[in-house]
């Protein structure tokens, strides 16, 4: 250590001596051309001195005098500036020199403490890996307990309770960002290219659940006010007729929400939201249909209302959907927070078709979704029947009627499933609170 801070003093004193012996070097140059003006002025009024009378020699004399007096003063000026000069020149250089060897001491600091952060990451890395390997051990070998008989079911279910206490402990505070974060999938590689989009910290994870259920509230807006200002310019603006640019306008809105939505939604899978695949599957069917109907001919006159009607329903359907976007936005988000205070889902968890809410939303919002899938399904019968009748036999009708009817049978199908998961939950918490008030009663009897 000794010998590296003599040798970085050394380099620092040589590096200030250095640039104060060029400083010194142009300021003898400076001097020196001074001098040489002075002479070459005296060599040429010194004759004229002479042949002039006594009076005026004097004169001349101390004119001329004088004239060398303001060069002496000027070369001493000089002198004595110079030498501030290179006093403050040489005080920068010693300030620069200081400067360069302070950032060098701060990149060897950084450099060390970004090592150790990683040393220490790796060792909360292999730990958090071993945790939840022993977690879902202990599930198998508890099931399998319970299937030989060897473990009480009742002790089964509490331990089970306790292992999903810890692994929730485990997947929703700080230590998750040390657990493996899932694949990011051909999606986000096509378009986002191989960069790393899992966040460490849990506030920038959250922050980015925010952002998305942001943008899910303006596009639930957008969807009611897009499709509603197009059929009212249809009636009263157009005769009855789409023009072909307000309306590509929009179905190229469409594949901007849903690339958008389908990019969010992979980002927060990374990051640990619970999304089922086929909501994100659905997004894709979503963003081809919209990428599909840019290149779909617009009919005009003649007969423009009947070539136009699958447009007409289509519009519809995409009022119905803001509308039941915004019932999921406004009441089951608000069911998915109280969730999450009871421990029964995560916080980076979203609002999407197959979320349940509670009693009073099953009667309101799920008929309004039936009513939206199966609309859904009638559109895209509708555009397969024109093509096959003729009426407009192009191939883009027939693959968004069949896109249409594939994403009605997917929503319809999990949607189902969610219901039915959800019974089956509630029927087992109505079991445990009877058998609970049973053993109570037995207790006080």
């Known amino acids: 250590m000794k010998f590296g801070s003599a040798r970085n003093g050394f380099g620092k004193v040589q590096c200030c001596f250095g640039f104060s012996a060029h400083l010194n070097k142009y300021m003898d140059h400076c001097v020196l051309k001074i001098r040489h003006r002075r002479r070459r002025f005296l060599a040429g009024n010194l004759p004229s001195l002479f042949n002039s009378r006594s009076n005026q020699f004097s004169e001349n004399w101390v004119e001329s005098r004088s004239i060398v007096d303001l060069f002496e003063m ?25 400067i360069v060897e302070q950032s060098k001491e701060l990149q060897e600091s950084a450099a060390t403490l970004i090592s150790r952060n990683s040393q220490e990451e790796a060792s909360l890395r292999q730990r958090a890996l071993a945790l939840d390997s022993s977690i879902k051990r202990l599930h198998s070998y508890i099931a399998s307990s319970v299937k030989k008989g060897n473990l009480d079911p009742k002790d089964a279910e509490k331990l089970v309770d306790e292992l999903t206490r810890a692994s929730y402990t485990l997947s929703e505070g700080d230590a998750a960002a040390f657990l493996p974060s899932k694949s990011y999938g051909r999606f986000l590689k096509m378009f986002l290219g191989p960069i790393n989009v899992h ?31 197009l059929l009212l310019l249809r009636s009263w603006v157009w005769n009855g007729c789409f023009p072909a640019l307000p309306v590509q306008m929009y179905q190229a809105w469409l594949l901007f929400l849903y690339t958008g939505l389908a990019l969010r939604e992979n980002i927060l899978r990374v990051n640990g939201s619970d999304i089922r695949p086929w909501w994100i599957y659905h997004h894709y069917c979503a963003m081809l249909m919209a990428l599909i109907s840019l290149t779909w001919e617009i009919e005009r006159q003649p007969d423009c209302s009947q070539k136009q009607k699958g447009i007409q329903l289509f519009l519809k ?6 509308v039941a976007m915004l019932l999921q936005n406004r009441y089951q988000r608000q069911r998915l927070y109280t969730r ?20 009073g939303q099953i009667w309101l919002l799920y008929p309004i979704l039936f009513v939206l899938q199966a609309f859904e399904a009638y559109v895209g019968l509708l555009l397969l029947k024109t093509a096959v009748v ?21 929503n319809f199908t999990n949607t189902v499933k969610t219901l039915v998961s959800k019974s089956r939950v509630k029927a087992k918490m109505k079991k445990g609170l009877l058998c609970f008030t049973l053993l109570n009663r037995f207790y006080f009897l």
Do not use: H
């Not at 001493?76 to 300030?95: F, H, L, M, Q």
């Not at 359907?317 to 803001?322: E, K, N």
């Not at 999450?340 to 009693?359: F, H, N, P, S, Y």
């Open 74 to 98: 000027g070369d001493s000026t000089a002198t004595v500036s110079g030498g501030d000069n290179n006093t403050s020149e040489r005080n920068a250089a010693e300030e620069v020199c200081r």
């Open 199 to 229: 966040a460490t910290r849990k506030d920038v994870q959250l922050k980015v659940k925010e952002e998305y259920n942001n943008f899910r509230d303006r596009t639930a807006y957008l969807f009611l006010f897009f499709p509603s200002l």
């Open 317 to 322: 359907w995409a009022i119905m959907q803001g």
């Open 340 to 359: 999450i205070a009871l421990g029964k889902a995560r916080r980076m968890d979203v609002v999407w078709g197959e979320t349940a809410g509670v009693e």
């Open 390 to 410: 003729g009426v407009v036999s192009e191939w883009q009708v027939v693959t968004c009627g069949v896109l249409l009817i594939i994403m009605a049978v997917g």
